[in-house]
């Protein structure tokens, strides 16, 4: 089973940047994507950015060129740069890990961490 952490969440003024850390831990060896959602009070969780093992991206048009996201594989662990932050970032990021055992997909959610952005 695979367990997510997330870290790296905070308070921050429009314009300045955060590093949200995803720790994978447990049969790590299954997951074949990693990347974060977000959701803002009101509105559905959406897609920020996703990276599979084979290092291709993908990002929510609201963040290209702003946020970006990486893997390192030793460390089971996936980041996201976020840079240039604005109000509307503003929601509770969640790690997302897509883990595939016995044929079956699985979908495993992080436990969320809160990011502000407020002048």
């Known amino acids: 089973q695979v367990r997510l952490v997330e870290s790296g969440g905070g308070l921050v003024q429009p314009g300045e940047s955060l590093r949200l850390s995803c720790a994978a831990s447990?049969?790590?060896?299954?997951?074949?994507?990693m990347g974060w959602y977000r959701q803002a009070p009101g509105k559905q969780r959406e897609l920020v950015a996703m990276i599979p093992n084979d290092g291709r991206t993908n990002y929510a048009d609201s963040v290209k060129g702003r946020f970006t996201i990486s893997g390192d594989n030793a460390k089971n662990t996936v980041y996201l740069q976020m840079n240039s932050l604005q109000p509307e970032d503003t929601a509770v990021y969640y790690c997302k890990a897509d883990d595939r055992r016995g044929g079956t997909d699985y979908i495993v959610w992080g436990q969320g961490t809160q990011v502000t952005v407020s002048p």
């Open positions: 447990g049969n790590t060896f299954s997951i074949y994507a």
